[in-house]
Every structure is written in structure tokens, then in C-alpha cells.
């Protein structure tokens, strides 16, 4: 069964910065690109982040480049984003989700984690 | 940026047919997918590539796509269908959703 289990969530200033995990399991996790996706409160579904499955590729949304990176660890089945230069704008539940075909960014996301969420406040 | 719009409302009786538009400048040309989104849950697909369904999605969910308009149909609509349902798309390098439909079945 593959799972998706983001943590690393939680409260931070404006201006700070966090760090975003998702594990997985119940697939070869190096045969497929992620992304991550972001859901402000009460609004919709934004695109943030990319990475191909050998990590040799990465895409950002426009409110992602240059504040956030997306990594990966393919021996530990783990993907990453870490989040830099906060603003109340980046309040959200941030979704791990993988692509479905292998070896492909298409992006047409078969699981998605749970979310975590990330409230940027003083 | 390519945008897709799509109504932020919908209501539909049980056991009738909802139909959910995406438009787009030239959507018939791009591969589209839909999730389901129910309160307090994380998004499921429920239609790729424009009309396939995954394992697991029942045959009352169905999908077009042609010139500007994508559209999701779901018939014989149950109460459990009742949802936020968003449409999809890859342009170039960036991944694109549309704003959203609430799906009111009563």
C-alpha cells in the first residue's frame, strides 16, 4: 500500500523558514518523480514544487523560485522542501503527491499525503 | 501563465447527471485530470489523460475534452459525490489547477 507521510510542519515567523519532509513507502520510491502542493485555507489547490525521480531535474511554481527548494533522498525513500523567506501568503497545507507514471514528471498525482500545515504568523 | 477556469458552483438531485466544465485557451490540446477533494481530506484522482479512469474510481465518473472545454460528468450522482472537484494540466514545465467546483448534491 503506498503511503505518504508528511511532517515538519507547524507555526513560524514571517521571514523564517522550515523544513518540509515527506516519507514513502509501498513503492519504488527512485522510479518516480514528486511534487508538492499547497492548499491555502478555504482556497484551492496551488502547485508548488517538482522534482524528478533521479533528483537531476527540479521545477518551482512563481511562488516557490527563489524561496523554496525541493530534494530528495532516494536511499531513504524520503522527499523534502524547504521553505525560506516566509510570508502570511504561504499559509497552507503542503501535500506531498507522487507522479503516476514512472520515470516521468508528467504530473497526474495517483496518492497524496495527508498535508501538513505551515501557519506563517507573529 | 495559463489559467483554467471553472465554475465555483454546481448542484445536481441524486441519481442525476452533474457535468463540471474546465475551459482553457486551447485545452483540447493538453492532457487533463481531475481530483476530488472532500472537506478536511486530501485530493483523489478521479479522471487522467482527458477520460481514463484509475482502479478503484467508480464507471459513474467520465471525462471529455475538446477545444477550450474540459468537462467532468458524473452520472447517476450519488450523496458521497458531493465535493470540491479541480482540474488539472501540465503547461511546459509548470502544473496548473483550476480554481475549483463545489459539488452540491440535494
Known amino acids: 500500500e503506498v503511503q505518504l507521510l508528511e511532517s515538519g510542519g507547524g507555526l513560524v515567523q514571517p521571514g523564517g523558514s522550515l523544513r518540509l519532509s515527506c516519507a514513502a513507502s509501498?513503492?519504488?520510491?527512485?522510479?518516480?518523480?514528486m511534487s508538492w502542493v499547497r492548499q491555502a485555507p478555504g482556497k484551492g489547490l496551488e502547485w508548488v514544487s517538482t522534482?524528478?525521480?533521479?533528483?537531476?531535474?527540479?521545477f518551482y511554481g512563481d511562488s516557490a523560485k527563489g524561496r523554496f527548494t525541493i530534494s530528495r533522498d532516494n536511499s531513504k525513500s524520503a522527499l523534502s522542501l524547504h521553505l525560506d523567506s516566509l510570508t502570511a501568503e504561504d499559509t497552507a497545507v503542503y501535500y506531498c503527491?507522487?507522479?503516476?507514471?514512472?520515470?516521468?514528471?508528467?504530473?497526474?498525482?495517483?496518492?497524496w499525503g495527508q498535508g501538513t500545515l505551515v501557519t506563517v504568523s507573529s | 501563465s495559463y489559467e483554467l477556469t471553472q465554475p465555483p458552483s454546481v448542484s445536481v438531485s441524486p441519481g442525476q447527471t452533474a457535468s463540471i466544465s474546465c475551459s482553457g485557451d486551447?485545452?483540447?490540446?493538453?492532457?487533463v485530470c481531475w481530483y476530488q477533494q472532500k472537506p478536511g481530506q486530501s485530493p483523489i484522482l478521479v479522471i487522467y489523460?482527458?477520460?481514463k479512469r484509475p482502479s478503484g474510481i467508480p464507471e459513474r465518473f467520465s471525462g471529455s475534452n475538446s477545444g477550450n472545454t474540459a468537462t467532468l460528468t458524473i452520472s447517476g450522482t450519488q450523496v458521497m459525490d458531493e465535493a470540491y472537484y479541480y482540474c488539472?494540466?501540465?503547461?511546459?514545465?509548470?502544473?496548473?489547477f483550476g480554481g475549483g467546483t463545489r459539488l452540491t448534491v440535494l
Open positions: 489523460q482527458d477520460a
Open positions: 503527491a507522487k507522479v503516476r507514471n514512472p520515470m516521468t514528471t508528467v504530473p497526474t498525482y495517483d496518492y
Open positions: 488539472q494540466v501540465w503547461d511546459s514545465i509548470t502544473v496548473v
Open positions: 486551447k485545452l483540447g490540446d493538453k492532457y
Open positions: 509501498g513503492f519504488t520510491f527512485n522510479k518516480y518523480a
Open positions: 522534482i524528478s525521480s533521479s533528483a537531476g531535474s527540479t
